[in-house]
């Protein structure tokens, strides 16, 4: 089944304590990003991949990082979390521009 | 990117049509329309997309005016798991194909 899979699906944390997010997709897509969302704001979309090793900045980077070592994987990284990095978030992967996004079931971070 | 505009929230009958407008007056002659859904916290989902022409899939049929300023996604027989929030796109051109998620308009079916 194609899909896009994000672990952990829930999270409770406490500042400081570095987080990896994961997301892998198995439909060969080259296109890969990760989004907020937050009451009022819809979603932000946070870095995005255009391919292997390809990555760059969305709306709302700071305090985060990406990497993109292989096609089917792009983990968020948020190396110090902060409170107001408390959100709900999407991974989605594209085969390319102006191609629907495939998204995941979500992953929401608490940082205490 | 252009800016689009649809109603907060409609209901609609179980089984009936439903049909949800969207105004991006500022779309370019390149830019497509995307529909996406929320269903409640869940990630969303792809419905349907089209630059000119209307396009019709399983789960809905597109309508875009000549001038393109204005669409309609249908919902032909909405059934209560269509209640969920319903998003009018024209993403950016970048290679960020960056899709911005406004407010959309919660479509509410009742039994």
């Known amino acids: 089944e194609a899909q896009v899979t994000q672990n952990p699906r829930y999270l409770i944390t406490v500042t400081g304590k570095k987080l990896t997010v994961t997301c892998s997709q198995n439909m060969n897509h080259e296109y890969m990003s990760w989004y907020r969302q937050d009451p009022g704001l819809g979603l932000r979309q946070i870095y995005y991949s255009m391919n292997v090793e390809v990555t760059d900045k969305g709306d709302v980077p700071e305090g985060y990082k990406v990497s993109r070592k292989e096609k089917r994987n792009f983990p968020l990284i948020l190396e110090s979390p902060s409170p107001n990095q408390t959100s709900l978030y999407f991974c989605?992967?594209?085969?390319?521009?102006?191609?629907?996004?495939?998204f995941g079931d979500g992953t929401r971070l608490s940082i205490l | 990117d252009a800016k689009t505009t649809q109603p907060p929230s409609m209901d609609c009958a179980e089984g009936r049509a439903a049909n949800l407008p969207c105004n991006h007056s500022t779309i370019s002659g390149n830019e497509y329309v995307y529909w996406y859904r929320q269903i409640h916290s869940q990630g969303p989902q792809y419905i349907i997309h089209g630059l000119k022409n209307n396009e019709t899939n399983e789960m809905a049929s597109l309508i875009i005016t000549e001038d393109r300023k204005s669409s309609t996604l249908i919902l032909p027989h909405a059934t209560l798991r269509d209640t969920a929030v319903y998003y009018c796109?024209?993403?950016?051109?970048?290679?960020?194909?960056?899709?911005?998620f406004g407010t959309g308009t919660r479509l509410t079916v009742i039994p």
């Open positions: 796109i024209v993403p950016d051109q970048t290679g960020a194909n960056n899709l911005f």
């Open positions: 989605a992967s594209s085969l390319g521009l102006n191609q629907p996004q495939h």
